[in-house]
């Protein structure tokens, strides 16, 4: 497989060819109103854009990282042996414990260049999505509310929100569940409190 390199069109296209069995993961922080930083981790599917949050904390040590990354593995129960890699960056975090979590289960972990973000392209673009969308017009409390927020906007996230490289599905829906025009009467639902609109067919037409 092709090291990871900044501008190399092998690695995107190894990325592209292994998109449904590749897993993608980041850090982001959230600043709260008492000034509290938070670290977000989080590990995206790459085929489909699902999200999963795995927690937010104000100490992200290796030991609850590796934390996570086991819960992560029972969550996706059986679908756990569909994935064969993992794009992660360098960051300290990361431990060898943390890999060898994803060892166990038979998924090489591919490390990113230093300072080479766009290498996990993925990953950024749902930070930039779930800041510009969600964080970023809120202001958080501490952890507890954070993981309120954070998992409500997941929800929307992978149930709900269009996305332009899935032909406007939102990644838990197939084209079948695609509405086609016209719609007939519409409604609204609030997330977030009110922060983003969900719509959908009423059952009475």
Not at 24 to 36: G, P
Not at 83 to 105: M, Y
Not at 107 to 115: A, D, E, G, S
Not at 194 to 205: F, K, M, P, V, W
């Amino acid at each position: 497989m092709p090291a990871p390199r900044r501008a190399d069109d092998r690695w995107r296209d190894f990325v592209r060819a292994h998109a449904a069995s590749t897993l993608a993961c980041d850090f982001f922080t959230v600043d709260t109103v008492t000034l509290r930083r938070l670290y977000v981790f989080f590990v995206v599917e790459v085929g489909t854009r699902f999200v999963h949050v795995l927690g937010g904390t104000a100490h992200p040590d290796g030991a609850w990282v590796t934390q996570q990354a086991r819960n992560l593995l029972v969550n996706l129960e059986d679908r756990a042996n569909t994935f064969r890699f993992l794009i992660r960056d360098r960051d300290t975090k990361f431990t060898s414990s943390f890999d060898e979590v994803f060892a166990g289960n038979g998924i090489h972990v591919l490390k990113i260049p230093p300072r080479s973000p766009r290498t996990n392209a993925f990953a950024e673009g749902w930070v930039r999505t779930t800041r510009t969308e969600c964080t970023d017009r809120l202001l958080i409390f501490g952890e507890r509310h954070l993981r309120t927020v954070l998992d409500e906007y997941a929800d929307h996230y992978n149930r709900h929100r269009p996305h332009r490289s899935l032909a406007l599905r939102a990644p838990t829906n197939d084209a079948s569940n695609v509405i086609p025009l016209p719609l007939g009467r519409i409604e609204r639902r609030h997330v977030l409190g009110g922060l983003i609109n969900e719509y959908q067919r009423t059952a009475n037409q």
